[in-house]
Structure formats: C-alpha cells, structure tokens
C-alpha cells in the first residue's frame, strides 16, 4: 500500500482528464495494484492498473471513487457504481458542473463526497486542483488533499456556487492557453521567421513567463513594465493588447462563455 492510499481507488472513465490523474498518482508513488479503471474501452492503460467494465463481483467496496466520465454520461454509470459504495467509500467527481447534490442522489451512500476541478497538467505534476467538500470529516478531507497535493496547486474553493468560475479559470484555462501559444507562433511565422522556430519560441517563452510569474514576488503588471522599456517596442504591442481593454475583454467573455456552459450542465444534471 502506498503512503497516498489505504485502501482500492475505483477510477470510472480514464480519458484525457481521469488518465491525466491516473498518471500522475502512479508517478507519486501509488500502487497500480490499488487502482481498478471502470471503463469499457479503456486503452492504453499504464501497466499493473487493473481494468474492468464494471465493479468487481466480490463485493468489497473502494476506499476512494473517482468519477471521471462525461458529466452526460453520468447517469448512465449511477446505476451500476453506487450500490457498490459505502459510507466510508470517498467520492471524488471531476466532472464539470455537477453539483454535490446531484451526486448524493445518484450516489447515496458515500458520506464524503469531493467536488474536484484538475486540469490536464496534473499528469506532470503541475496541474490545478480545485476542492470544494460536502460532509468531509477530517480524515476525509486529509485524503482528498493527500491525493492531490501530488497532482499541484490545490486550492479549496469555500462555496459551491464559484466552482463554475473556477472551471472556466483553471480547467479549461490551459485549452485558452494552448491557443495562444498557437496565436503567438502564427504571428511570429507571419513576421518572416520559419514555422517550427516560431513554435519552439512561443512554447519557451510562455514556460519562461510562467515561471518567472510564480517564483516572483511582483505582480504580472510589474514584470510586463520591466519587459517594456521606455520607448521601446514591448509597449507599442502592449497598447495593441490593452486598447479599450481588448485582451481583458476578450478573456472576460471567454471565462464567461464557459462558465455559462458549466452552469447550463449543472441545471442538466439537476434535471431542469
Ligand atoms: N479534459 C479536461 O481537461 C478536463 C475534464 N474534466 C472533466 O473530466 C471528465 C472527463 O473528461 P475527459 O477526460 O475530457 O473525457 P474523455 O471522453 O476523454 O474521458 C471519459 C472516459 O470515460 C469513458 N467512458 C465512456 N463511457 C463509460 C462508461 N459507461 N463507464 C466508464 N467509462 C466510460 C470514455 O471511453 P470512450 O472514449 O471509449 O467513450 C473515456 O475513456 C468530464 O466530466 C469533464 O468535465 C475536468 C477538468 C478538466
Ligand atoms: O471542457 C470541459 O467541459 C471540461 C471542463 C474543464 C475542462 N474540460
């Protein structure tokens, strides 16, 4: 047993997002021997990690259960998942939008359950965890963080009603990201350098920044001006970026559009 986990994890759907996961606690020490992936056509998967399309016959119930399908396909896998749970089982859902209380009643027995909102750079230790808990005790709540402290930067989210927010932010943000880097290298190709330069450019340089940004002290504003000096080029794209508030704007609809999506998934799974 590792030092993660007492007991079985049941991993239900190991995608981009639950295979990210997978991938980043078997790094962190857990044993594939702890972990039974739930999913049908689960491919790919990393050696020693037990697969099955449904719960093990025996009966015995995991200590932890993460849910990591599609936030549609949640009520087809309820059914099957939660008899199989118990009140000690920790339930752990990734799935954007769902509430606490529509997993308590598709999931009834469980006492804790954990709303956690990861993104894809959990699977090289780097990602964001989001945390928000229902009924957690104290053991519980050790648990959930044990497990994704390995995973990155988690973060407890107070109430329910910013986990929309925080998807939009920290869950989809690296989809936002990733397409700027795009943008960058285009623009940088379109400038006259060649395309796979630009690319390898861009990528460096939004490493670099990032870095730079979580190991200093000064906010984003402050390094941006110590990029631009004065009368010099950094500030003439700048003000390309900051007219009429253009790249705040745009990333304000952004957020906003896939906040609403989250709410709209939410309402879905509640029913209405
Ligand atoms: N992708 C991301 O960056 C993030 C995703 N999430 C959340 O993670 C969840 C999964 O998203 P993502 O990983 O992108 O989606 P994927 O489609 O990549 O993963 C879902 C997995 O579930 C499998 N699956 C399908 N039907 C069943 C079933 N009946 N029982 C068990 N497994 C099944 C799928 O198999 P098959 O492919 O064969 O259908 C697939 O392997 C979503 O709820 C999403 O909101 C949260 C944060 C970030
Ligand atoms: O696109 C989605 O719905 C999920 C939620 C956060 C990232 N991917």
Request: aromatic share 2%; charged share 20%; hydrophobic share 50%.
């Given at each position: 047993?590792?030092?993660?986990?007492?007991?079985?994890?049941?991993?239900?759907g190991?995608?981009?997002?639950?295979?990210?996961?997978?991938?980043?606690?078997?790094?962190?020490?857990?044993?594939?021997?702890?972990?039974?992936?739930?999913?049908?056509?689960?491919?790919?998967?990393?050696?020693?990690?037990?697969?099955?399309?449904?719960?093990?016959?025996?009966?015995?119930?995991?200590?932890?259960?993460?849910l990591?399908?599609?936030?549609?396909?949640?009520?087809?896998?309820?059914?099957g998942?939660?008899?199989a749970l118990?009140?000690?089982?920790?339930?752990?859902?990734?799935?954007?939008?769902?509430?606490?209380?529509?997993?308590?009643?598709?999931?009834?027995?469980?006492?804790?359950?954990?709303?956690?909102?990861?993104?894809?750079?959990?699977?090289?230790?780097?990602?964001?965890?989001?945390?928000?808990?229902?009924?957690?005790?104290?053991?519980?709540?050790a648990?959930?963080?044990?497990?994704?402290?390995?995973?990155?930067?988690v973060?407890?989210?107070?109430?329910?009603?910013?986990?929309?927010?925080?998807?939009?932010?920290?869950?989809?943000?690296?989809?936002?990201?990733?397409?700027?880097?795009?943008?960058?290298?285009?623009?940088?190709?379109?400038?006259g350098?060649?395309?796979d330069?630009?690319?390898?450019?861009?990528?460096?340089?939004?490493?670099?920044?990032?870095?730079?940004?979580?190991?200093?002290?000064?906010?984003?504003?402050?390094?941006?001006?110590?990029?631009?000096?004065?009368?010099g080029?950094?500030?003439?794209?700048?003000?390309?970026?900051?007219?009429?508030?253009?790249?705040r704007?745009?990333?304000a609809?952004?957020?906003a559009?896939?906040?609403?999506r989250?709410?709209?998934?939410?309402?879905?799974?509640r029913?209405?």
């Amino acid at each position: 047993m590792s030092e993660l986990l007492e007991g079985p994890l049941w991993l239900v759907g190991a995608g981009n997002m639950g295979g990210a996961m997978l991938r980043g606690w078997l790094a962190a020490g857990v044993d594939p021997r702890q972990v039974i992936v739930i999913d049908p056509a689960a491919k790919d998967l990393p050696e020693g990690v037990i697969a099955l399309p449904a719960p093990p016959p025996d009966g015995a119930a995991p200590a932890v259960l993460v849910l990591a399908v599609k936030p549609q396909l949640l009520d087809v896998v309820a059914p099957g998942i939660a008899p199989a749970l118990e009140r000690e089982t920790l339930l752990v859902s990734i799935l954007a939008g769902v509430e606490v209380a529509s997993l308590r009643q598709r999931f009834p027995h469980p006492a804790g359950v954990v709303r956690v909102m990861p993104n894809t750079p959990v699977a090289i230790g780097k990602g964001v965890m989001a945390l928000h808990g229902s009924g957690l005790s104290a053991d519980a709540a050790a648990l959930a963080e044990r497990l994704t402290r390995p995973l990155g930067l988690v973060e407890w989210i107070e109430r329910e009603d910013q986990f929309d927010a925080v998807t939009a932010l920290s869950g989809c943000g690296p989809a936002f990201l990733f397409r700027f880097i795009d943008a960058m290298a285009d623009a940088g190709a379109a400038l006259g350098l060649p395309a796979d330069q630009a690319a390898r450019l861009a990528v460096a340089t939004v490493e670099g920044a990032a870095l730079l940004a979580a190991r200093s002290d000064e906010s984003p504003a402050i390094l941006a001006d110590r990029v631009a000096s004065p009368g010099g080029s950094t500030r003439e794209g700048m003000n390309v970026l900051d007219k009429d508030g253009a790249i705040r704007d745009l990333l304000a609809r952004t957020l906003a559009a896939s906040a609403r999506r989250n709410a709209e998934m939410a309402a879905a799974a509640r029913g209405e």
